[in-house]
Structures are given as structure tokens and as C-alpha cells.
């Protein structure tokens, strides 16, 4: 079985731009969730999304938003990239958002905003 | 919302040693759930252990082993037999029904030979 995936692996941009994370979840399950892990502050939490819907975010500003797809694969757009938005993007998976399922880890997707 | 805190940044355990990570968790629910993460240095977070709040026994896989207090909100994580692939960051997490997780801070462990 396919373990969670995510691309690109690495990410550069400067900034002002705009980028795009792409996240595929464990084949069956339904809940997307997004974290950003800057240096030395642990996980935090960006977005969830279950069947299609946001389900809650973080304390994000707006520029950050996403979308899960039909197939419940899943995007986080940043817009108006800042320096500090240099982090490692983690997305994980897990069988249903209403229950106490474990969550699955993609590999991340580590971004550089020069 | 919850909140869960590790108070410990950095730890390190010589090898064969018993090393135990402390946590402790906030929450006005029942029924929650408990986890310990690792993520190596490879980034790949992946479960180590899971406590149901609801089952007083302590969760144990090979040599993981919780701590579970819940009537002091604690919820540490026991490594036994400290191996240098236990070299990692630890992530204490915690989950109520139809939320999303809440993790800690994390604890760099370093296991040194």
C-alpha cells in the first residue's frame, strides 16, 4: 500500500510569488491535514479537510488556503510568500476525520522563500 | 482548544539506556486519544504509540511504553533499551473526536553510542 505522497520534494521561490504543495493521501482515506514546521517550532496546524470540506485551520493568515479534490488528494496555495514562510510542509492522512484514526505522514515538501 | 507542551527541548541517553520523554496534555473532554510521533532525521514522521484515554492499561510496542496519568494530564513516553536508530525529534500529540490533533513542541532525542 502507498504511503502518503507529496510533491515537489524541495521548493524555491522569492518573495512576493506564489506556490502550490501537492499532497496524495493513503488510498481509502478521507481526512487531508496540512502542518508547517518552521525551525524550532514544532508542528503547527495549517488546515484539515474532510470529504471535500474545510474543516478547520489554523492561525494562518488568509494567503494561506487549500482545496481536496474529488479523488481527496489535496493543494496548499501560499500566496505572497514571505521569508518566514521558509518551513518544511507536512501532509498527512487519515481514514475518516470523525474518528480517532491514526494519522499517516507524507515525506514534506521543504520550501525556500529567498 | 487543546494544548499539549513537552518540556523538554533537547534530551540524549547512552545507548542501551532507558531514556523517558515527558508530556502533558490540556483538555476538558472524556474521550480523547494520545500519540507519540518520531520523525528522524530522514523527516518521515511515523507513530510509535497510541493511548485511548478511556483504557487505564498503558499502551507498550517493544520497547515504547507510556505513562498514562490522566488525572494529572501526563502522558510520557518510556524508551527501553535505547538503540541509536531512536535518534530523533518526538512528538507528543493528542486527539478528541471530530477535531483535528494538537502537538506538542516536540524533544530532539539524541541516542549516543
Known amino acids: 500500500e502507498a504511503g502518503v505522497t507529496q510533491s515537489p520534494t524541495h521548493l524555491i521561490k522569492t518573495r512576493g510569488q506564489q506556490v502550490t504543495l501537492r499532497c496524495s493521501p493513503i488510498s481509502g482515506h478521507t481526512s487531508v491535514y496540512w502542518y508547517q514546521q518552521a525551525l524550532g517550532l514544532g508542528l503547527q496546524f495549517l488546515l484539515w479537510?474532510?470529504?471535500?470540506?474545510?474543516?478547520n485551520r489554523g492561525n494562518f493568515p488568509p494567503r494561506f488556503s487549500g482545496r481536496q479534490f474529488p479523488n481527496y488528494s489535496s493543494e496548499l496555495n501560499v500566496n505572497a510568500l514571505e521569508l518566514e514562510d521558509s518551513a518544511l510542509y507536512l501532509c498527512a492522512s487519515s481514514p475518516s476525520g470523525g474518528s480517532a484514526d491514526t494519522q499517516y505522514f507524507g515525506p514534506g515538501t521543504r520550501l525556500t522563500v529567498l | 482548544a487543546q494544548t499539549v507542551t513537552q518540556s523538554q527541548p533537547e534530551m540524549s541517553v547512552q545507548e542501551a539506556e532507558t531514556v523517558t520523554l515527558s508530556c502533558t496534555y490540556d483538555t476538558s473532554e472524556s474521550n480523547y486519544y494520545l500519540f507519540w510521533y518520531k520523525q528522524p532525521p530522514s523527516r518521515q514522521m511515523i507513530l510509535v504509540i497510541r493511548?485511548?484515554?478511556?483504557?487505564?492499561q498503558n499502551a507498550t510496542e517493544n520497547r515504547f511504553s507510556v505513562n498514562f496519568q490522566k488525572a494529572a494530564k501526563s502522558f510520557s513516553l518510556k524508551i527501553s533499551d535505547s538503540q541509536l536508530g531512536d535518534t530523533a525529534m518526538y512528538f507528543c500529540a493528542s486527539l478528541r473526536l471530530g477535531n483535528q490533533f494538537y502537538f506538542g513542541t516536540g524533544t530532539s532525542l539524541t541516542v549516543i553510542p
Open positions: 479537510y474532510d470529504e471535500g470540506e474545510e474543516r
Open positions: 493511548q485511548e484515554a478511556y483504557k487505564q
